[in-house]
């Protein structure tokens, strides 16, 4: 970087506006002018060891890398609009984080944004630690490794997403998305996955209740399922379950293989049902 600005403070709005190829080190947003978007619209710029507490403070970023920075509660809406950046090892609070940004990757971060990565393309998460009630709504083309993820309505509209050793503790997950992969992860949550197309899970933990109804094309090899029952009403499966399903009701189409379901449903359908459901055999040894 050709500029260096550092240990300072700053208050104002648009106080670092259309920064350009510039490292900021070590300084505080906040004060009493209370200024709203201190770094808007900057390019190739990066952010290292600053505190944040203003509104919209990096909306318009290009090329931009945030840096074991915190952003506390009062910072608003902190990224919007933004492309090409990087976001590693930040505490990050303030509601509605990260909006119609594209190529954005985050590692190692711990974040708290109730409406976190909405209408977003091209996010890359790793290594992290999110709380959100809705989590990533109408986001494409996303990757996500290693994250801890708490929230409610997650995982909405989105288009081709890959979620590998993760745990997905949450309500509403994947709703009407498509092209959906989930490996070796827990997911928890209620009425999972339901209007989804092409979700895909292998290797996963499924628990909570009524799971993945009125699905698509829907995939699972080598799951466990735990508390799930009137699991799959309506749903074109294919699905291979190590262990014990509570109950299944109406699939649609396709097979349930599991080694034991409590109990089958069949009743009450407004559409053809004609899912098969498979015990596995169990094998034994004969002295």
């Known amino acids: ?13 648009r106080a670092l506006y259309n920064i350009k ?22 390019r190739n710029y990066r952010v290292k060891n600053c ?16 840096f074991d920075s915190l952003m ?12 090409d950046g990087k976001i590693t090892g930040c505490n990050i609070n303030g509601i509605k984080c990260l909006r119609e940004s594209s190529n954005v990757k985050i590692n190692n971060c711990s974040i708290n944004s ?37 929230g409610k309505y997650s995982f909405q509209y989105m288009n081709n997403v890959h979620i590998k050793n993760s745990t997905l503790d949450t309500k509403d997950a994947f709703w009407h998305s498509k092209n959906v992969t ?6 928890k949550g209620e009425y999972l996955g339901w209007f989804s197309e092409n979700l895909t899970l292998v290797n996963c933990k499924i ?18 399922m735990e508390n799930t029952d009137l699991a799959f ?21 396709g097979i349930i293989i599991a080694d034991s379901v409590g109990g089958i449903i069949e009743e009450e359908a407004i559409m053809p049902c004609n899912g098969q459901i498979k015990i596995r055999k169990k094998e034994c040894s004969c002295a």
């Not at 080190?25 to 900057?42: H, M, Q, R, W, Y």
């Not at 989930?182 to 997911?187: L, M, Q, R, T």
């Not at 009403?233 to 189409?253: F, L, Q, R, T, W």
């Open 51 to 66: 505190t944040f507490s203003l509104r919209y403070p990096m909306w318009h970023a290009y090329g931009f890398t945030l």
């Open 72 to 83: 506390d509660d009062m910072t608003r809406a902190p990224l919007w609009y933004c492309k």
């Open 207 to 224: 628990i909570g209740t009524q799971p993945l109804c009125y699905c698509k094309n829907l995939k699972l090899t080598k799951c466990t």
């Open 233 to 253: 009403e309506y749903s074109e499966v294919n699905a291979d379950v190590k262990g014990h399903i509570e109950s299944v009701k109406n699939p649609k189409s």
């Open 182 to 187: 989930v490996e070796n992860s827990i997911v």
């Open 1 to 13: 970087m050709s500029k260096s600005i550092s240990n300072l403070t700053f208050d104002e709005e």
């Open 114 to 150: 109730d409406e976190f990565g909405w209408k977003c393309d091209d996010i890359s998460i790793t290594g992290s630690k999110i709380n959100s009630v809705y989590f990533l709504f109408e986001t494409n083309n996303v990757e996500i490794n290693n994250l801890k993820m708490s």
């Open 21 to 42: 190829d510039t490292d900021v080190i070590n300084c505080t947003f906040a004060g009493p002018a209370d200024g709203e978007s201190v770094l808007k619209e900057g």
